[in-house]
């Protein structure tokens, strides 16, 4: 059951069309609760997002965002509830994004700041925080040579 109201941005073939290497594609219980989280914390660019679907850009990468409603005839329907945590095991790195101010965006918003900034041994300073849907994302940022500590 589509909630969008009009057209989006292009046709779903279309859009199709143009994606490349792996996707990413996480399914949301409301787009419009994901939106501070992808605009601020990640400091994404929004490409495109109506109540059912969205389309996020930053640091070379792009990932959609489908609202659960949209998933009806979907085969993982029967496991979107909100008692089922989404994501477990699965770590979306964002590459280039600064952790510490992603880190300080999402305490000020009151998200869920799983592990805060750290340098890293395997050369990133990252942080771990969790989306209003239950995704953990990794902001992180390459660190200098010689610079390298942490656990």
Known sequence: MKKREGEPWMPADE???????????LLVPSIEQQ??????VLAAEEVYADPD????????????????????DHPLSGSLSPEMPRGIGCELRL?????????????????????????KPHGLREAFIVCPAGYLWAPSLALANGNEGGE
């Open 15 to 25: 859009f199709g069309r143009t994606l490349k290497g792996l996707g990413i594609n």
């Open 35 to 40: 939106r501070p989280f992808q605009l601020e």
């Open 53 to 72: 679907f969205a389309v996020y850009r930053g640091f070379g990468a792009e990932w959609m965002l489908h609202a659960d409603h949209t998933y009806n």
């Open 95 to 119: 590459y280039g994004r600064d952790p510490d101010v992603a880190e300080a965006r999402a305490r000020d918003l009151g998200f869920i700041v799983l592990a805060g900034s750290m340098d």
